[in-house]
T-cell receptor
Framework: DGGITQSPKYLFRKEGQNVTLSCEQNLNHDAMYWYRQDPGQGLRLIYYSQIVNDFQKGDIAEGYSVSREKKESFPLTVTSAQKNPTAFYLC???????????FGPGTRLTVT | GESVGLHLPTLSVQEGDNSIINCAYSNSASDYFIWYKQESGKGPQFIIDIRSNMDKRQGQRVTVLLNKTVKHLSLQIAATQPGDSAVYFCAEKGFQGAQKLVFGQGTRLTINP
């Protein structure tokens, strides 16, 4: 089956620790995206990457970092500099020049 | 700045009735719009999209209407079912040529039995 996978579904960390969220797609999509969603809120763009080895900051990139070493993978690191890291994180991808994004199932991160 | 907003954050309808979810957008030059459905704890799923050269597009039980004059988008769901309960987001193509979407806040649709 083709699709986007995010792991784990739930993640718990202590404050001050960095944590990396996984996003993998086997759709052969070029562009990938990371969003943050807080309860009752919409999606806010953290980072996006349109090609391998290149990525751009979204609206709320502070405290986050990404890499795009492979087309299939776009991991997101939530650093200790992120003031309020507890949220639902969504990864998406899109093919070619399309704007229709395919979403993964999300990772719920809780930092205490 | 970029923004896509919704008129109502919540909507309750009776099962079997039609639902209309509204969305206002800010960029008059935007030429592509998309609706997503998000069930609790899951990632958003594509419902339907529309380009600015169209006023209306129909899918299975859903219709999207675009009024460019007032920068308004709506999603109509016919004969709503319990499985339609979810949060619905509209989004428009991002500005400045980047391949990204700008999402609205979302509307929570609740279906009453």
């Amino acid at each position: 089956d083709g699709g986007i996978t995010q792991s784990p579904k739930y993640l718990f960390r202590k404050e001050g620790q960095n944590v990396t969220l996984s996003c993998e797609q086997n759709l052969n999509h070029d562009a990938m995206y990371w969003y943050r969603q807080d309860p009752g809120q919409g999606l806010r763009l953290i980072y996006y990457s349109q090609i391998v080895n290149d990525f751009q900051k979204g609206d709320i990139a502070e405290g986050y970092s990404v890499s795009r070493e492979k087309k299939e993978s776009f991991p997101l690191t939530v650093t200790s500099a992120q003031k309020n890291p507890t949220a639902f994180y969504l990864c998406a991808s899109t093919h070619g020049q399309s704007y229709e994004q395919y979403f993964g199932p999300g990772t719920r991160l809780t930092v205490t | 700045g970029e923004s896509v907003g919704l008129h109502l954050p919540t909507l309750s309808v009776q099962e079997g009735d039609n639902s209309i979810i509204n969305c206002a957008y800010s960029n008059s030059a935007s030429d592509y719009f998309i609706w997503y459905k998000q069930e609790s704890g899951k990632g958003p799923q594509f419902i339907i999209d529309i380009r600015s050269n169209m006023d209306k597009r129909q899918g299975q039980r859903v219709t999207v209407l675009l009024n460019k004059t007032v920068k308004h988008l709506s999603l109509q769901i016919a004969a709503t079912q319990p499985g339609d309960s979810a949060v619905y987001f509209c989004a428009e193509k991002g500005f400045q040529g980047a391949q990204k979407l700008v999402f609205g806040q979302g509307t929570r649709l609740t279906i009453n039995p």
